[in-house]
């Protein structure tokens, strides 16, 4: 197994530290290195404490680690907040860095300040010339910095960055072994995106037409990308006024015959909720992205949990069927979002994409998104009756799967009521026992049909392995990355969690050395196990401090388990 290297800079809000780790990413990419990229911030717009740390290695990378190996340094607040190994490469202009005597590593001392103001250029480009002096530090290619710098970075400010860049590269003698340039590009044909990003663009393979919200982290990317997409594909995007009207304006648009999804936290599903109910009892297909943060109320606000598990399954009141995909990876969020779409068409259901602040704003790295992935499906749509334009339609009608015919509004013969009320076969409202039994019989004998169409549970690792740890979303991530120095452990993903075929799931559990694997206190995933096949999870691994789990963690838990 080839070494894996942990990159972190630091500093304040406001020193560009989001900025220079994707510049990093892309730099590894091209030197022939997987990455993966991990972002914490306050919800501050200066001041504070951000890092990005980046893993890199020439084999494929999932997770963050507690090691660092080289460190930049660009403010005092970073030896408050870190703490370094005596080999760790801590690279600072320590000639104003107050705090940094005392702390652990090995100094190089580039004058950041004095490099920046010798090319008239401004405070936050120090993060450039870090990134320059990091880039030497670890042997590689001078040319590659100036390209992908030069890349990053609009025209009017490209130079002065790449000045920035190649001043900090020269200023730095410090040499670390074993980092070089593969031969070959072995990563060119790798996407490096978050996992909003790949949601994004599995809503844009899957048709999306209309994305309304008002921005909440960590889901807010989703909009900023489908924004900038909007006049490429065809795409109403709409910045609400709040989290209502962004849902009531997706199940408006879903009526009306587009392909509609909407995007938030906790929070901001919380204000969601009687929408999402509209969407339930109108049999309206509306896609949701919910990215969990630590809760309840603001809780946590930039920071990540996997505390909202038992939420979607159970958000807005009564009883109804609604499809909840988990996905662990790039290319779980890609194509388990344009199945989101086909399955929320096809059986007229609202579906959840459930996600948390580690995968959404995380940076993954992975050669799986397949372009031409899947085909449309939109489930079957009255096509008209001219004969009798006006002639109410039974949109609701008992049928042998639950599914109805869908009627867009404006289509011949096609008129029916979407009412907030239980009501009958054509939406005219009833609240009598009989209509009601029937009504709530047909929509949940859909549930078996769409749990075959759901992705399936898994196993990763020796069949034979000691340990099984049990997850679902980012958690797969963490394990990945694990179970590369320790086999004696397996794992079960859950790139999905409701509907499932509970049997199958109940197999798949039996006879195995349990953990329950979660990023929430009350290990949600268990619970649910515990109720749909009766098998209680004894072990618990659980972080709820709004970190994700780090990879030592999990090998020093295998260590003492074992």
């Not at 939109?378 to 339609?393: C, K, T, V």
């Not at 349990?514 to 929430?520: C, G, K, P, S, Y």
């Amino acid at each position: 197994m080839n070494k894996t290297y942990a990159w972190k800079v630091g500093g304040p809000a406001g020193f560009g530290i989001s900025s220079i780790g994707p510049v990093f990413a892309n730099i590894l990419k091209k030197c022939g290195y997987y990455v993966h990229g991990y972002l914490e911030y306050p919800s501050l717009i200066r001041g504070g404490y951000n890092s990005y740390q980046m893993v890199f290695s020439k084999d494929p990378v999932y997770a963050p680690r507690k090691r660092i190996d080289i460190y930049l340094a660009l403010a005092d607040v970073c030896f408050e907040k870190e703490h370094f190994d005596d080999d760790t490469v801590v690279i600072g202009d320590f000639e104003n860095l107050k705090k940094a005597d005392g702390a652990k590593g090995n100094k190089v001392d580039v004058p950041l300040k004095k490099l920046v103001d010798d090319i008239n250029g401004k405070e936050i480009m120090k993060n450039t010339a870090a990134l320059g002096a990091s880039i030497a530090a670890l042997g590689l290619p001078k040319d590659i910095l100036e390209e992908v710098v030069r890349g990053s970075y609009p025209a009017k400010i490209a130079e002065p960055n790449v000045k920035a860049a190649l001043a900090g590269f020269d200023a730095c003698d410090k040499k670390i072994e074993g980092v070089e340039v593969s031969s070959a590009d072995v990563c060119s044909k790798c996407a490096v995106m978050s996992g909003n990003e790949a949601v994004s663009i599995g809503a844009i393979r899957a048709g999306v037409s209309f994305y309304s919200t008002y921005p909440m982290t960590p889901a807010s990317t989703i909009l900023h990308f489908l924004a900038k997409q909007a006049r490429n594909y065809g795409i109403v995007v709409k910045h609400t006024e709040d989290e209502i009207s962004g849902i009531n304006m997706a199940v408006g648009a879903a009526h009306a015959g587009a392909r509609a999804m909407t995007g938030t936290s906790g929070g901001g599903f919380a204000l969601m909720n009687e929408g999402f109910g509209l969407a339930a009892i109108t049999e309206t297909p509306v896609v949701v992205a919910l990215s969990q943060r630590p809760g309840p109320a603001t809780g946590m606000p930039t920071w990540t949990e996997q505390g909202d598990l038992h939420y979607a399954l159970n958000a807005s009141q009564g009883e109804f069927l609604r499809a909840v995909y988990t996905p662990g990876d790039l290319r779980e969020a890609y194509e388990q979002t344009f199945d989101a779409f086909n399955l929320a068409e096809k059986y007229h259901i609202p579906a959840i994409i459930l996600l948390d602040k580690f995968i959404s704003e995380s940076v993954f790295m992975t050669n799986e998104m397949n372009p031409t992935y899947g085909e449309l499906n939109r489930g079957a749509l009255f096509e008209g009756n001219d004969d009798e334009p006006y002639a109410h339609f039974p949109r609701y009608e008992e049928t042998e799967n639950g599914v109805g015919t869908r009627s867009i509004p404006g289509t011949p013969g096609g008129l029916f009521i979407a009412s907030s009320n239980e009501h009958d076969e054509k939406g005219f409202v009833s609240d009598t026992s009989e209509m009601r039994i029937q009504q709530t019989d047909r929509r949940y004998k859909k549930e078996p049909f769409v749990a075959d169409e759901m992705p399936h549970p898994f196993l990763v690792g020796k069949e034979d392995a000691k340990l099984t740890f049990v997850c679902f979303g980012s958690m797969k991530q963490i394990l990945l990355e694990a179970i590369k120095s320790e086999d004696r452990f397996n794992f079960i993903h859950f790139p999905a969690v409701n509907p499932l075929n509970w049997d199958k799931v109940a197999e798949l559990l039996k006879g195995k050395n349990l953990v329950a694997f979660e990023n929430n206190k009350t290990a949600q995933l268990k619970a649910l196990i515990a109720k749909k096949t009766g098998i209680l999870i004894e072990k618990e691994f659980l972080k709820y401090d709004g970190r994700p789990f780090f990879t030592e963690e999990v090998l020093e838990y295998v260590k003492e388990v074992l």
